[in-house]
């Protein structure tokens, strides 16, 4: 499983491709793979998961709702929507994100690369600047979800 962890810029060519960051690819445990990139259902964000990944996220989805209703089969396909599966080029690590996944992020010429874990998240600069918590409310909703609890 991968690890990524780092924050790295990077900016659009006049092509729409972006370097995907050298310090991340590195961190892939499957090195020349493909990447599966979602829209984040949260926030104007993009995801990028490792195939394996998305293999286990997508099997954890199908696992919490019932496919033959509905309210599952909505579910389903929205989790497939705004997805695309990219692959850095061997010689520059370049990724082709398709114009219509950067427009849902507003991307206009830098992005921002943000490690998480089992996943990589691609922000607008902008937007990962604007959209980043306060310390002091981090350390709130740190304590109220993983803190103890007060008597």
Known sequence: MAAFIGEYTGKL???????????LRAQA??????YVVRKNVFNASLEMYTMEE???LSAQ???RINLFSR???KVWEGFNRDRAIVTPDEKMSRIMIPKPLLEKIHVRKEVVFVGQDFKIQVWAKENW?????PEDEF????EKLLGQPTA
Request: net charge negative; no cysteine; aromatic share 8%.
């Open 54 to 56: 998305w293999d286990k």
């Open 13 to 23: 060519d006049d092509r729409g491709r972006l370097i995907f960051p050298s310090e």
């Open 71 to 73: 309210e599952g089969n």
């Open 29 to 34: 445990v499957e090195k020349g793979g493909s």
């Open 139 to 142: 350390a709130e909703l740190f």
């Open 61 to 63: 989805v199908k696992s």
């Open 129 to 133: 600047i604007s959209n980043a918590i």
